[in-house]
């Protein structure tokens, strides 16, 4: 890459997002951070990195989220903010602090929205797949029974939702939210690393 760019991948659960992101890096020989993020927000901030991955793109107002946020809160931010919003904005810090760093690409976690404002370029990335096929990769590579397939994506896709929906003012898929948006069921997997590249070329051509 040419310019400093900062590639934001959001994702459906079972598209492929998350191997899309490594497989780009790669390619293009920058890093990428997916969950990697929750070990930078929990070594920066002070919090345990285990409340991160409990809490890891999920909405957070259940019984279970409070005894754990009460066994591993710190005093990160004002005392008066929930854990919740004192846990995101030390994902956001972490973020920013990547953003600095040179170019990468960052998956989920609103990467997006915590750029928005943010004095970098950004090529912000939606990967999607229809039901069926989401539900054939939870199975053949996540190892999820068939059994409970179905009901995993769909559960995620809700976490999600619900979590990108809260933290940001944007609607998490919508189209117009992205500078791009991709099958990746009708792409392949290596198919949608390579329009992305293209993408890529193209933009820091224009």
């Known amino acids: 890459m040419d310019k400093k760019f900062i590639i934001t991948i959001g994702r459906q659960y079972g598209s492929g997002g998350r191997i899309i992101g490594q497989k780009l890096s790669k390619d293009l020989n920058i890093p990428c951070y997916d969950k990697e993020l929750l070990t930078i927000a929990a070594k920066e901030s002070g919090f345990s990195e285990e409340i991160f991955k409990t809490v890891d793109e999920k909405p957070t107002g259940s019984f279970l989220y409070s005894l754990v946020a009460g066994t591993y809160g710190t005093n990160y931010v004002s005392n008066h903010l929930p ?16 953003a600095d760093k ?41 190892g999820i029974s068939p059994e409970k397939a179905e009901e995993t994506v769909q559960k995620n896709d809700k976490q999600r939702a619900s979590y990108y929906n809260f933290y940001s003012d944007k609607k998490w898929g919508a189209v117009d939210h992205y500078d791009i948006t991709l099958d990746s069921g009708k792409l392949g997997i290596d198919n949608t690393v390579e329009m992305i590249k293209q993408f890529i070329s193209l933009y820091q051509n224009n």
């Open 83 to 98: 854990l919740n919003h004192k846990l995101f904005l030390a994902q956001f810090d972490a973020i920013r602090s990547i």
């Open 102 to 142: 040179g170019s990468c690409v960052i998956v989920g976690r609103c990467a997006d929205y915590a750029l928005a404002d943010y004095n970098v370029n950004c090529i912000n990335i939606f990967i999607h797949a229809d039901l069926q096929h989401r539900v054939e990769r939870a199975i053949n590579e996540y």
